[in-house]
Each structure stands twice: as structure tokens, then as C-alpha cells.
């Protein structure tokens, strides 16, 4: 065990240990008190007539059914890990795509071939939408060589675009 200063004794509150030589004496420094802590007023004293009353908050009771006796058994729910769960509903979806969406004029008569090749192919068991249609003619005039698709794009006539002027 090691032996402490007069001044740790001091800082710790203990009496500090006597001189061994009777020649020398050191005067040692009561410690002071300590000092009171200063403690501020209530700003308003609390004066009321009436005694607060606290009312106690009603606990749920749980429903039990005529002719069960048996206490209501708590539901066990498994921690789900949602981090891993999104990650993996992100995998399994199909990457979504982008639309575009557009207008476009053209003479009533191809128009009309569109009612039209959209009832035979409901007629077949096929039905398809409008933008179905046009995508497919899309892919056909892609899969084109350059040669046909130059003479079938001569054999369209060329329209004037925009909006018709209105009439008033």
C-alpha cells in the first residue's frame, strides 16, 4: 500500500499523517468547509384550494367469449429483417421501362385500318390495343434492309402535320 502526501490527505478530507521527526513541525491547513449551494426560489409559490386529483388511465381488458375460459394467448410474430427483404423483392421484379408518350397525324382511311386490323385479331383470339399495333409495324419497319424500307416509305404519301385549324 502506498503512503499519500499531506496535500492528497488534504484534497481527500483526511487528517494528514503525523510527523515522524519531532525537529521540524509543519503547521497543516484545516480543510475549509465547503461552501453551501445556493438554491433558487419557486418563481410562484403553489397556493391552491383544491387538491389536484389525478385520475388513473383505464387499462384494457381483453374480450373473452362466453364459455372460454382460457386467457387470450399473445401473437407470436417472427422479426423480419425489412433491409433483406427489399433487396430481394428488387431482385425478382423486372427492371421497369420507360415510356414515351407522343402524337401524331394521319389520313382517317389508315386510321380506320386500325379499327379494323384490331377486330381480326380479336376475332382470332388476339385482341390488341392501338399502341400494340403501331409497336409491332415499328419492329417490322426495323427489321427491314435498308432497300425495302426506303421503297415502302416512298410509297407513303407525305401529310401535312400539326393540328387542324378550327373552325369558327
Do not use: C, H
Amino acid at each position: 500500500m502506498s503512503k499519500i502526501s499531506a496535500m492528497q490527505a488534504e484534497a481527500l478530507g483526511l487528517k494528514p499523517a503525523a510527523p515522524k521527526s519531532t525537529t521540524t513541525t509543519s503547521v497543516a491547513k484545516k480543510p475549509s468547509a465547503p461552501k453551501p449551494i445556493a438554491v433558487k426560489p419557486a418563481s410562484k409559490p403553489i397556493t391552491s384550494a383544491k387538491p389536484v386529483s389525478v385520475k388513473p388511465k383505464p387499462i384494457a381488458k381483453a374480450i373473452v367469449k362466453p364459455g372460454d375460459t382460457a386467457r387470450p394467448k399473445a401473437k407470436i410474430v417472427p422479426k423480419v429483417d425489412k433491409k433483406n427483404t427489399k433487396k430481394e423483392v428488387k431482385k425478382t421484379k423486372p427492371e421497369k421501362i420507360k415510356m414515351e408518350r407522343d402524337s401524331f397525324t394521319m389520313p382517317k382511311d389508315e386510321y380506320a385500318q386500325i379499327t379494323i386490323m384490331k377486330a381480326r385479331l380479336t376475332a382470332m383470339g388476339q385482341p390488341a390495343k392501338k399502341s400494340e399495333l403501331l409497336r409491332a409495324g415499328v419492329k417490322l419497319l426495323a427489321a427491314m434492309s435498308d432497300n425495302t424500307l426506303k421503297t415502302t416509305l416512298a410509297k407513303i404519301p407525305v401529310i401535312k402535320t400539326g393540328r387542324p385549324n378550327k373552325k369558327g
